[in-house]
């Protein structure tokens, strides 16, 4: 109630398949913004859903789908994306026929196939995205209200979803204080699997790398700050990320082709003392990482609206 | 003074050869903790000198290496590698009898070798050092009193070193809150090279290949959180890098070596559809990025010495 009328909540049953570090975080953040009733949560981890009551990130929790879903006007699958499919079949028999459904998995062709065979008839209500958000960190006891404010979540609708359906989702993520962008399936997963898959890659088999050397005590004892920036992501979920590397696997390989062609190329300037190559390309990668980090500074300056393009050379 | 007793500095004349991130910082630092008297700045750049001057850096300057150092009790090389021999060549006919020379650079083999060649009878007097601190920025304008508090500083003492030269050095960098440790030249170069000059290689090797694809633009554009940090240190010099990749090349292309080796059995896993593999991959590189991280912030309290060893699997 505010001013003395009643407010009528976006959403007013919202349920969470997976409540950890995404879930979690857009339940305290829908709840902040006072956009949705009553929380149920489920998950297979029973003492993370207590948790996440203790934490009074859900109003209530359920240990199956069918149950969880039903009479929700709103579902949010934030598993790891190879639990998807099961999830929606789950859940088919059991929805209201207004619910909508939407997805925060990191690749979305896998989403948009397991949709299309388990959804049915709900088909058109389902509205796959991706909040382009996230630290290394897992579990509910991470999430925070915060967590998207200020980034961007990529909503992919299908040719057979509903625009009402796109535009209700929209609305949801806007309520966290996020910025919404629509995407072709296709398209996202191809930029994704550059900017966020290769990069997480990258850092995996760094890490992995030097803890098989057999120096690898001081290695690590004698890290620089750089090292901790550098490697971060590789503290992340590696259920979560098996399942988006294979998820998303033949737009990686492309991708990690071409990194090491780049670093190919490296290892010859080195080989051969090139020093002139070497300048070239660092002073290259340095231009365009500067052009990145003004664009993302320039963003959070009020009244802008997006960054300028990257070099190429 | 303090207390009416006449506090005699460290070190009463510095010379710092190279005025930006780490020769400001420490300049500052030794300034903060009234560890010197009188700072003299040299560099070939005359406007940068004028800057460090304006905020307090040091107290004057010279533009050639002759004329900074003499007179000077300490002098501290802090220019990118590939500078090293010429610089220690031009001060060697200047430096008074009982000067202290030591440098920062990221590489030591080719340092020593340098100083082998140019500093003849004052070569007992040279105590090549390495702060492994810094950030990406440049310049003396990016300089900070409190950059190496809490951060090693890796002595590399020679043969042909003086010990009261390394113990007059170490209690220098020690104002400054660092912790200073000692090794060998060949360790330290096969080390940096797995902890530092590795990640800053394929930073700028993916920053690079992203800077080249056609959708370049939408890349950065929807770059999420963690590739600011993945990639910050591709926005470091790249000309200080240049001389650190050829300085250490020879363990540097062993360490790429290694990394693409890893990259290529995760690219193998990929293809293959190899669950398992990728799982135990990722699960193995958490877990030592974690133990890297808690001991991290371990070293942070009072009272530890320093990490554990990382997992082996």
Chains 1, 2 share one sequence.
Not at 164 to 174: G, P, S
Request: negative net charge; glycine residues 8%.
């Amino acid at each position: 109630m505010e001013g003395g009328c009643a407010v009528v909540a976006l959403i007013g049953r919202l349920a969470i398949i997976g409540v950890g570090l995404i879930g979690g975080s857009l339940a305290r953040a829908l709840k902040r913004a006072r956009a949705c009733e009553h929380v149920i949560g489920c998950a297979r981890n029973q003492e993370g859903l207590k948790k996440a009551m203790a934490l009074g990130v859900i109003d209530e929790f359920a240990m199956d789908v069918g149950s969880a879903t039903e009479g929700a006007d709103m579902v949010v699958v934030a598993t790891p994306l190879g639990t998807t499919e099961a999830i929606l079949k789950s859940m088919a028999g059991h929805l209201h026929a207004d619910a909508l459904v939407t997805d925060v998995g990191s690749a979305k062709a896998t989403v948009a196939a397991a949709a299309r065979k388990s959804l049915d008839r709900h088909l058109a209500l389902f509205v796959p995205g991706h909040p382009v958000a996230g630290t290394e960190k897992s579990g509910v006891e991470a999430s925070f209200a915060e967590l998207f404010e200020g980034h961007r979540v990529i909503l992919t609708p299908l040719l057979e979803t509903d625009p009402k359906a796109v535009q209700r989702v929209q609305k949801m993520w806007e309520k966290t204080g996020a910025e919404v962008i629509m995407m072709d399936v296709e398209r996202h997963d191809k930029l994704l699997a550059a900017t966020s898959h290769l990069p997480h890659t990258l850092a995996y088999s760094l890490v992995d790398c030097l803890a098989q050397m057999d120096e690898r005590a001081d290695i690590f004892r004698f890290a620089a700050g750089g090292f901790a920036d550098f490697t971060r992501i590789a503290s992340s979920s590696p259920s979560m990320w098996h399942d988006i590397c294979l998820a998303n696997r033949d737009n990686l390989l492309e991708v990690i082709e071409q990194f090491s062609h780049r670093l190919e190329e490296l290892k010859d300037a080195l080989r051969e003392a090139d020093s002139n190559a070497l300048m070239e390309m660092l002073t290259r990668a340095k231009a365009a990482r500067d052009v990145y980090a003004a664009n993302c500074n320039s963003q959070r300056a009020p009244g802008k609206t997006g960054p300028a393009v990257g070099p190429k050379s």
